[in-house]
């Protein structure tokens, strides 16, 4: 490609709201526009990224035996009424009205679509396993979009549905997926993890999402430095302390701590680390009528230390909290504890609650929480001596680093990622819910076992952009580049020698399969070395007079600091080296 | 590819909804799936066709300098309301409110995108010629979707939209395109015909339908058999007869003609050729002041030889209709002719009408129209003797097989076509309306040139199938084919050397790039040939163990009546010759 037949379009400012770096960037080298909140346009030096991601996602997809279809962006209603989606979803599903007063939904994803398919078209075992997957637009309406591809509305997802007769055949279905992802995200040439992730109602371990490391990630990763365990925050399992629980060893006292209602202000005033104070969080359950109607509710007490973070996942699996659960409102709060919350804890309440404790709280001794009256803690509470011995003991918390790897084989790291994949076993979940069977080898209709398998073919090169760029732009791994070498003469319109020489080497690169841009623009040395930093073309040949006269041309890597002397004759080789490593 | 790997569904029967035999074959093939209304699932094995036509499409437009992005589907109201298009289009236009409330279309063409585009990035005359396209989704509501692939509501287009810097060089970037479109439907391999369209209110000459030739076609094709004129029926000049008119020789006579109120019953009646009979149709044009009131209308009779069709697109182009009109009320009719509809004519109206005359007309003499009373009609009708010379005389019918060519070269033939290009000199009707400029060479501000140039991508895959099948399936040309070709191993399953022989030709033709297929299901003969003639993959090998024995494949193209022996270590380039034929 020559940049004068391109379009090339660079800003010297971020629009004003870029928050984030890829958003930022990506806008000023000029690969996205912004046509609405969270809609872009993919311009032409974008679109090329998207294209290279989007073509190694093929590649391996069809590798592992998934076959592509495209089914449509607007998708009728009524498929997903059959599985409750279209009322449960919420206003991120966009609603559609047609000339004809029929709803439609512009697919945020394709669960429906695709089992419909299935349903019909494959009758019998014989047929399976199948993984049909498309690449196509989606949209879900944010309420607030932002960080440019990050968390757009509109977006191009890869996403793979397979179908398979038993549960052992999907999770090995699963498994081709999650090794043609690590096939994937390894041909991007990105730093990623795959990381356990919560499998929600369905169990099991089949749920993985693929991280692509990066400081300004959303996610946090948990992993163990000296094991292969790796999982995100929700899911990552925080052992039971070793260590037995101390003696105790103060007396039960009501002290006074007045105005300090945060576990960190009371221990601050008491002088004792955060680490001896619990927290208490109440919720509640209800019981729900058939019309409706909350017949009882239950208030739950959940204790941890203080310095810990509740991890809402990890609740909504303790038994009895399971069908969902809600904060407490402070008219529960006062009826069971007699106190406003600030002064919460497990002795003394007026009502009984359903205690649950982290495991880690049910080893302390000694320890400190609120005395269900203002202004007022307990010091030195004990288990079995203050109150009785926890029944309900569990996983309440999050991770942190230094907390021991739940294989055993070390401890905690936690680092940043941004999800650009995912891998997930449905089970029946969908099957069930539309009837979708099929003829197994004994005659009889089975529910299809299914998997659905989704990476972000416009966010991954935004994620691309977090990890990898400097204060000049982006720095593209080759495999995605825009254009993986770029060549800039200096002076080509007012030498011949260097316009020869350009136009020698774009020819060159060219035949020999390397995806290059010459920049024939004409633009000064300084402003065009800005440009191509800015846009992030991992290789730069530079072709000047001077050089020439002795036969060499510069390369320079967009990570080197400085620019390397190669012969003219020796260029070729030396970049299909660079590219090779 | 293997079969097995793959996604095969043949139907026996064709949806019952299907009215063309494009959607009857593509159903059957399992190329398209019908989701809902006008919404179809492009298969696994219609994708494959799909995407060939996309890159052939893709590397012209990058040949022609084309540069490729991709708009959002789903676009803000704003821009379209700039433009008026999100009133006028009507219910076609798929209006969306997002959970703010916003309005939103999805998009059925992106004129206004990216002319809002071009006139925040394209900013000096330095950066045109511009050519911005993309290959996206695309809606459009049509209120009686119907045959497939050829009239859906969603759809895949290719739309481009050049950007220049003054008439001639737009002018220039058409033609560039036109070109561009010869070598696309070049390499497709169909034969089609590139036809002079109207070009509406822009005026010019710069407009050409790209029409796939299929007797099933919707539009009808004029063309010179021994000229290079094409046009379509709209287009297409009526040019003035060559012969004088001839002399009156009878008298004017009002003719009893009871209850015949068409030309056709009235020229059986009194035994004269239809071409003897005129019909008269009344028009009305109307005034409308600036509340939208309608101030005062005009009514105009427009005179047409009885066997002709009128033209409405000429018609419109008429001095004094061509701001728009309508068809006359039954009350303007007999308020100006003093008579129902059935009997009008020029001789004798109650009030003045503005004639229009088509020019076979204006030639004609002793000719038959109504008398303006029921139950007669006026014969014998001269010029000049019995009403006045027609001031206005225009083309306003559709030419006919056998009519002289525009171009003077020989005689006119007309052929069926399915629409599925168009090349279009739009002018400055959307830079006007967004009011998009770039600074010209003079420093001042310039409104774009513009052209828009659209391929239907989804559509051309159905007008293949339209042109290009016999009773037993689809016959594709080798370009667009799911597969170019199949090999057919018979008892795979049973015979060793069946197995090694397929397996070894599989590989063979894959390394020499051909794509190919091994129906490796264990089919048995007949329904395998069926399959694959259903399909309609161009060229199909069979290999079985008789042949083998005496070294020998057969090779069957699509269209053969029978297969033909070939060695088989002749077979490789056998196939090659066939394919560069």
Redesign the interface.
Known sequence: MKAS???I?TLKEAPADAEVVSHQLMTRAGMI?K??AG??????MG?RV?QKVEKIVREEMNRA?A??????????AELWQETGRFEKMG??L???K??HDRD?V?QPTSEE?VT??AR??LRSYKQLP?N?YQI??K?R?E?RPRFGLMRG??FIMKDAYSFDRDEAAAKASYQVMAAAYRRIFDRFGLRYRAVAADSGAIGGDLSEEFQVIAATGEDAIVYCPSSDYAANMEKAEALAPQEPRPAASNPLTKTPTPGKSTCADVAEFLGMPLANTVKSLVLATDEVGEDGQVLRSQVWLLLLRGDRDMNEVKVSKVPGLDAGFRFATVAEIESHFGCKPGYLGPVGTLLPVKLVVDREVAVMADWVCGANEADFHMTGVNWARDLPEPDLVADLRNVVEGDASPDGKGVLAIERGIEVGHVFYLGTKYSKAMDATFLGEDGKPAFFEMGCYGIGITRLPAAAVEQNHDERGIIWPDAIAPFTAVICPIGMDRSEVVRQAAEQLYSDLLAAGIDVILDDRGERPGAMFADWELIGVPHRITIGDRGLKSGQLEYQHRRDAAATQVAVGDVLGFLKEKLAG
Chains 1, 2 share one sequence.
């Open positions: 037949q391109f379009f379009s526009k046509l609405g809609i872009y346009t993919y311009m032409p679109l998207i035996g076959v592509e279809l495209t089914m449509p962006v607007v998708q009728p206003p991120e966009l609603r559609i047609d000339r439609f512009v679509v419909d398919i019909q078209e199948k049909f196509q637009t949209f309406d309420r509305r509109e």
